[in-house]
C-alpha cells in the first residue's frame, strides 16, 4: 500500500530532532554543566515539542552524563540574566494572554503574573521579528512587546448595554484591521510594556509611552538611560515582516520618565533604513544591523547584506564595523574558507560576547554555515578556517567556552563545542563534538556540491542515494527568491530519500551569502535568469550523477520555489 508506505516513511523522517539552543550554566576545572533544548515533531499531537537536557561535560569536554528529556510543552519565550529566568507561559487557552513566571536558580518559583486578569494588555509577543523579553539592570523590572489591548466591539443590532453611539467600539466587528502578515496573523499594534516584578499583588505594570503612532515597536532593550529599540513604520500600510528586511523602520530611544521617543537612525531626512538585530555590548555599545532601501526599485530586495553598526553611550560616536560590500566571491578562489561574503540574516545567541568588543555571529556563507567573530574596534572579521567549523552554528559563548550545534545533510545536528585557550587566533579554532553525532538515518546515501558557478553565487547540492539505476530526482529551488539552502541537515531530505528520491537543492543566481551583487543580480531579472539556472542545476546533476534517471525528474517548490517550478515546467517541458 503506497500511502502506507509514505506515511511510515514521513514517521520515521521527523523522529529525528534538532538541537534548538545551548547555554553553559556553570563551568569548574572538573565539570561543565549544560542546558540543552530540543525539538521534535509529534505527529500524534500534530505539533512540534520541545524538550530539554541536562548535560555534564568533563575538563576534556567529553559528555558523561546525560538527563532525559523532560518537556517544555508550556514555555513560548524565556530570557536568562544571571541566576534569573523569565519564562512566557501560555494562557489556559490558545487566544488567552499568557502568564509571566519569575525563576530562580535555587529557591524556584519566587513569582507569577497572571496577564489575563490584570488587563492591561492583548498577547505577548514571543517572536523573532518584535519580540522582546529584558529584564532591567536590577533585575526588579522586566521589558517586552505585546498587543494593545483592544476596545470592546458591539454590534448596531445589539440588545446588550453598549457604549455610546459615538464610541468608535460599536458596530465595528467586521472592520478589516492590517495585521504583520505571514506568521504575524493578528500582531497589529504593538506596544512596550514595563513589569514590575517585586509586586504580585498589586501588579504594577505600565504601557511606555512615546513611540510614535505611525510606526510599531519592537526589540526593545535598557540602554543609556532609557530604552533602545526599533520602530517598523505602518504608512502606507503594512507589509509582511517575516523573511523581508527592507521595511522602513527606525532606530529609537526612549529616556527614563519621557513621553517622546528620539530617532537615532532612519529619521527619513537622509536615506531610508531597514533595521534588524539590537543588541548591547557589556561595556555598554549599542550593536545593530541595518541596510539601504534601493531607491531605484523601492526597497530592494526582501534581502539582502546587512551592515553591522555601533554607537557609543554616549551617542557621540556611529560607525559602520561591517560594510555591506563585502569580498564578492567572484573575486577570487571561491572555495577559499577565508573569503567572507558578508552579512545575511545572520543568527546572533542570547550570549554572543566572547570579550567585551568582539561579538560572535553565524550565517551563511556561500551555502555553508559558519562562525565568525567581529571585534567592534577595528572591524576585523574572523573566520575560522578548519573543517571543524563548516556547518556550525553558535548557540552560546561563556568566557573562553563557545557551545555550537553542527550537521551537515547526512549528519543530524549535534552538540560542539571549542575552547579558546586552545588557539592563539579565531582563524585557528576548532570545534568538537561532546559525543559521536547520530548516523545518517537512512543508509546508503550521500551528498555532494555540484561545479556550476559558485564564484558568480550560483550552487546546488545532491542529496540522495549514492548508488542503484533509475533514481528518481526532486529539484528543490528555495523560495524568497531572497533566501539560501545551506548544506545542513534536512529531516525533509529523510523523507524523500526513505521513498527512494534523489533531492537536487538549487541556490540559483540571487541567493544570499554569495555578495550584495550577486542578490541584486535577479532584479529585472525574476523568471528569466532564476529559471535558466535552475535548469542548468538539473542538467548537470543528471549529468555528473549516473544514479539518477533523466526520465523521472519531479520539481518541487514553495513560495518563490512554487513560481520557479512552474516556470520550469512551462519552459522546458521535456
Not at 506515511?7 to 553553559?24: D, F, H, I, N, W
Not at 507561559?89 to 499568557?98: C, H, L, N, S, Y
Not at 446588550?160 to 459615538?166: E, N, R, V
Request: with cysteine.
Amino acid at each position: 500500500n503506497m500511502t502506507k508506505l509514505v506515511c511510515e516513511a514521513y514517521r520515521e523522517a521527523v523522529k529525528t530532532p534538532g538541537l534548538v539552543s545551548a547555554l553553559v550554566e556553570s563551568a569548574s576545572s572538573e565539570v561543565v554543566s549544560l542546558n540543552t533544548r530540543w525539538s521534535v515533531e509529534n505527529v500524534a499531537r500534530k505539533t512540534a515539542l520541545t524538550y530539554s537536557k541536562q548535560v555534564l561535560l568533563n575538563n576534556e569536554f567529553k559528555q558523561i552524563h546525560e538527563t532525559c528529556g523532560a518537556p517544555e510543552t508550556d514555555t513560548e519565550m524565556l530570557t536568562i540574566k544571571d541566576d534569573t529566568v523569565i519564562r512566557i507561559i501560555k494562557g489556559a487557552k490558545p487566544e488567552d494572554t499568557q502568564i509571566v513566571e519569575v525563576w530562580q536558580r535555587k529557591q524556584g518559583l519566587v513569582a507569577s503574573f497572571n496577564m489575563k486578569e490584570v488587563g492591561v494588555h492583548e498577547k505577548i509577543y514571543t517572536d523573532t521579528e518584535f519580540g522582546s523579553l529584558q529584564l532591567s539592570e536590577d533585575k526588579r523590572s522586566l521589558y517586552y512587546i505585546a498587543e494593545r489591548k483592544k476596545d470592546k466591539n458591539v454590534p448596531f443590532l445589539s440588545q446588550a448595554p453598549s457604549p455610546d453611539d459615538d464610541k468608535p467600539s460599536l458596530g465595528r466587528e467586521y472592520k478589516f484591521t492590517q495585521d504583520w502578515g505571514e506568521q504575524m496573523v493578528g500582531k497589529v499594534s504593538p506596544v512596550i510594556v514595563k513589569l514590575d516584578l517585586t509586586s504580585e499583588e498589586p501588579v504594577c505594570c505600565d504601557l511606555v509611552q512615546g513611540a510614535d503612532d505611525n510606526f510599531s515597536p519592537g526589540m526593545v532593550r535598557p540602554w543609556s538611560g532609557g530604552l533602545v529599540g526599533v520602530g517598523f513604520r505602518t504608512t502606507p500600510r503594512r507589509l509582511g515582516k517575516v523573511y523581508c528586511s527592507n521595511r522602513p523602520s527606525v532606530l529609537f530611544h526612549i529616556p527614563e520618565g519621557s513621553d517622546k521617543w528620539e530617532v537615532l537612525r532612519g529619521d527619513g531626512k537622509g536615506e531610508e533604513l531597514g533595521i534588524t538585530e539590537v543588541h548591547v555590548s557589556p561595556s555598554g555599545v549599542l550593536v545593530w544591523l541595518e541596510r539601504t532601501l534601493s531607491s531605484d526599485i523601492y526597497p530592494g530586495p526582501h534581502d539582502a547584506a546587512m551592515r553591522l553598526m555601533t554607537m557609543t553611550c554616549d551617542r557621540t560616536v556611529v560607525k559602520v564595523v561591517v560594510s555591506d560590500e563585502q569580498f564578492e566571491l567572484n573575486r577570487g578562489n571561491p572555495e577559499a574558507r577565508s573569503a567572507f561574503a558578508g552579512l545575511y540574516h545572520p543568527s546572533i545567541c542570547r550570549r554572543p560576547w566572547v570579550t567585551d568588543t568582539t561579538l560572535a555571529i553565524s550565517g551563511p556563507q556561500g551555502q555553508t554555515m559558519r562562525p565568525v567573530f567581529v571585534d567592534l574596534n577595528t572591524g576585523e572579521v574572523s573566520m575560522p578556517g578548519d573543517e571543524s567549523c563548516l556547518g556550525v552554528e553558535i548557540l552560546d559563548v561563556d568566557s573562553d567556552i563557545i557551545l555550537g550545534k553542527k550537521s551537515d545533510p547526512l549528519t543530524p545536528d549535534h552538540l560542539v563545542i571549542a575552547n579558546l585557550k586552545d588557539v592563539q587566533s579565531f582563524q585557528d579554532l576548532k570545534f568538537k563534538a561532546v559525543r559521536s553525532a547520530s548516523p545518517c538515518p537512512v543508509p546508503g546515501l550521500t551528498w555532494k556540491s555540484l561545479a556550476l558557478k559558485p564564484c558568480q553565487g550560483f550552487t546546488a547540492h545532491y542529496v540522495g542515494p549514492e548508488s542503484g539505476q533509475d533514481v528518481p530526482l526532486v529539484v528543490f529551488p528555495h523560495g524568497g527568491p531572497h533566501g539560501v539552502y545551506t548544506t545542513i541537515f534536512k529531516t525533509f531530505s529523510m523523507f524523500l530519500c526513505k521513498l527512494g528520491y534523489g533531492i537536487l537543492y538549487v541556490n540559483y543566481r540571487g541567493s544570499t551569502g554569495s555578495g550584495d551583487d550577486n542578490v541584486r543580480s535577479l532584479l529585472g531579472r525574476v523568471g528569466d535568469q532564476d529559471v535558466r539556472d535552475c535548469h542548468e542545476a538539473t542538467l548537470a546533476a543528471l549529468d555528473n550523477l549516473p544514479q539518477l534517471a533523466r526520465d523521472k525528474v519531479v520539481l518541487m517548490g514553495g513560495s518563490h520555489g512554487g513560481f520557479l517550478v512552474t516556470h520550469l515546467a512551462g519552459q522546458f517541458p521535456d
